[in-house]
Nanobody
Framework: QVQLVESGGGLVQPGGSLRLSCAASGFTFSDYHINWWRETPGKEREFVATISTPSGATHYHDSVKARFTISRDNARNTAYLQMNSLKSEDSAIYYC?????????WGQGTEVTVSS
């Protein structure tokens, strides 16, 4: 059974940090490109970051460049999103997505709230 389980969300003050995790099972994690997306009410789901395989190349939405870092640990079947210097506009539900050609798997999301 394919599963992607996000964790690490929560409430953080502006300027703070969080690290999101995405634990995968049921498929060959190392074969898949991993993406993070986020969604807020009334808006379309927005791309945040991606990490490719096998190169490990990364790409970010302009709004998170230099603040967020995506990484993966294929031995642990886990991807991460380190989020620093958080802003109120980063508040959203964050989703992990594994993609390979025609296959795409999604997690259930983890909520991040940036507020004082």
């Amino acid at each position: 059974q394919v599963q992607l389980v996000e964790s690490g969300g929560g409430l953080v003050q502006p300027g703070g940090s969080l690290r999101l995790s995405c634990a995968a099972s049921g498929f060959t994690f190392s074969d898949y490109h991993i993406n993070w997306w986020r969604e807020t009410p009334g808006k379309e789901r927005e791309f945040v970051a991606t990490i490719s395989t096998p190169s490990g190349a990364t790409h970010y939405h302009d709004s998170v460049k230099a603040r967020f870092t995506i990484s993966r640990d294929n031995a642990r079947n886990t991807a991460y999103l380190q989020m620093n210097s958080l802003k109120s506009e980063d508040s959203a539900i964050y989703y992990c997505n594994a993609r390979l050609l025609g296959s795409s798997y999604w997690g259930q999301g983890t909520e991040v709230t940036v507020s004082s």
